[in-house]
């Protein structure tokens, strides 16, 4: 069974710092690239960090260039986001996901990919 499951959501003030975590198992985590998307109410689902299945390249969302860093430990099957300097516009329900899409990273190609987790909520007041 693939279980993809998140987690470190929460709310913070603006300025604060928040790190995700996205636990996975039931499939090769290391022959996957990996990511973190997020939807804010009333908005479209975004791209916001990827990053390869070794870890050579990474993408970031220009709204969180700077801000947010990515980072995979591949022996612990583990995925993280490392979000400081928090805005209230990074309000969003945040996602895990794992693909074998070959295209670049967070693309909108990846909305196909077969391995979500359900989310964990950011929350930035003030």
């Known amino acids: 069974q693939v279980q993809v499951t998140e987690s470190g959501g929460g709310l913070v003030q603006a300025g604060g710092s928040l790190r995700l975590s996205c636990t996975t198992s039931?499939?090769?985590?290391?022959?996957?690239?990996m990511g973190w998307f997020r939807q804010a109410p009333g908005k479209e689902r975004e791209g916001v960090s990827c990053i390869t299945w070794n870890g050579s390249r990474s993408y970031y969302a220009d709204s969180v260039k700077g801000r947010f860093t990515i980072s995979r430990d591949n022996a612990k099957n583990t995925l993280y986001l490392q979000m400081n300097s928090l805005k209230p516009e990074d309000t969003a329900m945040y996602y895990c996901?794992?693909?074998?899409?070959?295209?670049?990273?967070?693309?909108?190609?990846?909305?196909?990919?077969?391995?979500w987790g359900q989310g964990t909520q950011v929350t930035v007041s003030s």
């Open positions: 039931g499939f090769s985590f290391t022959n996957h690239n």
């Open positions: 996901v794992a693909t074998n899409i070959a295209d670049e990273l967070c693309s909108g190609s990846w909305f196909k990919s077969n391995y």
